[in-house]
């Protein structure tokens, strides 16, 4: 008995579930919907922010601490986003 052919098939075996799609309740347990709105969120408390402190209603201060904020959650966005584009493109390499 080749012992290769029998540990690649228990291998296979072990990683099947991970090709499974999500039922419904576990997609509804996603953590990324609450992500969109903190970040939509942030980006529009600092919009707010930034009008009050063109009308002069708002402390510099703030208006430096909310563009931080929104500066740190757009970086975050683009590294999300760049590493989601180079693991689509490492997939496209995969030989069939």
Same mark, same amino acid.
């Given at each position: 008995?080749?012992?290769?052919?029998?540990?690649?098939?228990?291998?296979?075996?072990?990683?099947?579930?991970?090709? #499974?799609?999500?039922?419904?309740?576990?997609?509804?347990?996603?953590?990324?919907?609450?992500?969109?709105?903190?970040?939509? %969120?942030?980006?529009?408390? %600092?919009?707010?922010?930034?009008?009050?402190?063109?009308? %002069?209603?708002?402390?510099?201060?703030?208006?430096?601490?909310?563009?931080?904020?929104?500066?740190?959650?757009?970086?975050?966005?683009?590294?999300?986003?760049?590493? #989601?584009?180079?693991?689509?493109?490492?997939?496209?390499?995969?030989? #069939?």
């Amino acid at each position: 008995m080749d012992i290769r052919n029998l540990n690649a098939s228990q291998k296979y075996a072990a990683a099947k579930p991970a090709t #499974v799609p999500l039922s419904r309740s576990q997609a509804d347990d996603s953590p990324l919907p609450e992500i969109a709105k903190d970040f939509a %969120g942030t980006l529009r408390e %600092g919009e707010q922010i930034a009008m009050q402190a063109m009308t %002069g209603d708002a402390d510099p201060h703030a208006l430096v601490q909310a563009l931080a904020q929104t500066e740190l959650a757009v970086e975050a966005a683009v590294t999300v986003r760049n590493k #989601v584009v180079e693991a689509y493109q490492e997939i496209l390499r995969m030989p #069939v």
